[in-house]
C-alpha cells in the first residue's frame, strides 16, 4: 500500500513555529522529490516547499522563504517541514505530496501543483 501520512498541524499563536512531518511507505521514498502544499478554505491549493530526491535541491514560496525550511531523512523515509514566525495568513490544511517525474523541474511540481501519491492532510491554525 502507497502511503503518505502528514503529522505535526495543530493550533499555535503568530509568531509561533510548529513542524509538520511527512512519513512515506510502500514505494522508494529516497528517489523521489516531496512537496508540501496547503489549501485554506475558499482558496485553491498552493505549493509551499518542495525538495527533489537524489540531489536534494529545495524550493520555496516567496510567501515563506526565511520563515519555513524543508528537510528530508531518507533512512527515515520522513520529510519535515519547519515554520517559523507564523502567520494567521499560514492557516491552512498541509498536504505533502511524492512526485517520481524527471521530466520537469521541481519549481515546476510545486508551483504547477504537481504529485503522484498524496497524504490526508494536517490542519495547521495560526490564531490568538
Known amino acids: 500500500q502507497l502511503r503518505l501520512v502528514e503529522s505535526g498541524g495543530g493550533l499555535v499563536q503568530p509568531g509561533g513555529s510548529l513542524t509538520l512531518s511527512c512519513a512515506g511507505s510502500?514505494?522508494?521514498?529516497?528517489?523521489?522529490?516531496i512537496g508540501w502544499f496547503r489549501q485554506a478554505p475558499g482558496k485553491g491549493r498552493e505549493g509551499v516547499s518542495c525538495?527533489?530526491?537524489?540531489?536534494?535541491?529545495?524550493y520555496y514560496a516567496d510567501s515563506v522563504k526565511g520563515r519555513f525550511t524543508i528537510s528530508r531523512d531518507d533512512a527515515k523515509n520522513t520529510v519535515y517541514l519547519q515554520m517559523h514566525s507564523l502567520k494567521p495568513e499560514d492557516t491552512a490544511v498541509y498536504y505533502c505530496?511524492?512526485?517520481?517525474?524527471?521530466?520537469?523541474?521541481?519549481?515546476?511540481?510545486?508551483?504547477?501543483?504537481?504529485?503522484?501519491?498524496w497524504g490526508q492532510g494536517t490542519q495547521v491554525t495560526v490564531s490568538s
Open positions: 505530496a511524492a512526485d517520481g517525474d524527471a521530466s520537469y523541474s521541481l519549481q515546476t511540481m510545486c508551483v504547477t501543483v504537481k504529485g503522484n501519491y
Open positions: 510502500g514505494f522508494n521514498f529516497g528517489f523521489y522529490a
Open positions: 525538495i527533489s530526491g537524489g540531489d536534494g535541491e529545495i
